[in-house]
Nanobody, 124 residues
């Protein structure tokens, strides 16, 4: 079974930075799009960013564009989310997910496998 494990979350002050990592099991990682989602208490899970199978195409939610960068290292079966200029409204549990194919959109329905999540808390 595909397993995804997020790490790198924690507590940071507004304006600071964090880098999240998602390590994937298996040897077919490079065939699939990978996405990041987040969910705050009482809120629906929302799309953050996605990267295609080869890493040459990315798409971001308007709320994070210009501040967050998604990248991947297929040789290491790992996807990253670099988060800069963090704001309190970025506070959420962040999840990585594997898409159903090489390209996936912003809907949770386009992803079949999910990690356990990592907490990001941004204080003022």
């Amino acid at each position: 079974q595909v397993q995804l494990v997020e790490s790198g979350g924690g507590l940071v002050q507004a304006g600071g930075s964090l880098r999240l990592s998602c390590a994937a099991s298996g040897r077919t990682f490079s065939n699939y799009a990978m996405g990041w989602f987040r969910q705050a208490p009482g809120k629906e899970r929302e799309f953050v960013a996605v990267i295609n199978w080869s890493g040459d195409s990315t798409y971001y939610a308007d709320s994070v564009k210009g501040r967050f960068t998604i990248s991947r290292d297929n040789a290491k079966n790992t996807v990253y989310l670099q988060m800069n200029s963090l704001k309190p409204e970025d506070t959420a549990v962040y999840y990585c997910a594997r898409g159903v194919g090489g390209y996936s959109g912003f809907s949770v329905a386009a992803y079949n496998y999910w990690g356990q999540g990592t907490q990001v808390t941004v204080s003022s």
